[in-house]
């Protein structure tokens, strides 16, 4: 990885290029008929992810230009770990790194930060939703798929 890229904490401060960047990753999956309304809402729901003491959210530098992000959440009533003993689990909610940075170690450095917060919470039980064609890239950081997940809109 270029040793120019720095990484830190997200603050209040950050919430348009938080949203900025999110909105280029919900453009990048592709249209979806929810998507506007999804974009509609990131501001609130990033302000209130900045100001939560169970959410933190990473950014990564090249200089002073911002190249990528990842979030991590602390969730505590999901029925998936109802059975592990602290009731917590972390979850990798969005990683997101411009292609032009991508295949350079941003994404798995953006990873790591999300997991030594985990560590630093006493979290030591990770999930996450991959994008297809995101596999490969959690494979190689040692995530094994657990299940399928399906959905349907009814």
Excluded at 123 to 133: E, F, N, T
Aim: aromatic residues 8%; proline residues 3%; hydrophobic residues 40%.
């Amino acid at each position: 990885m270029d040793e120019g890229i720095t990484f830190r904490k997200a603050t209040d401060s950050d919430l348009e290029l938080v949203v900025a960047l999110m909105n280029e990753l919900i453009d990048e999956l592709g249209s979806g008929d929810g998507n506007h309304d999804i974009k509609s809402r990131l501001p609130g729901d990033i302000a209130s992810a900045l100001a939560s003491e169970n959410v933190c959210i990473f950014l990564a530098f090249e200089e002073v230009t911002c190249v990528g992000l990842s979030r991590g959440d602390i969730l505590s009533s999901d029925p998936i770990f109802r059975l592990r003993p602290d009731n917590r689990c972390g979850y990798v909610d969005q990683m997101y790194v411009r292609p032009t940075h991508r295949r350079t170690g941003v994404g798995a450095a953006l990873l790591e930060q999300c997991e030594t917060w985990f560590k630093e919470q006493g979290i030591g039980h990770v999930l996450l939703h991959a994008a297809v064609r995101a596999i490969r890239f959690y494979a190689r950081a040692g995530y094994q798929s657990n299940r399928e997940m399906f959905k349907k809109l009814v």
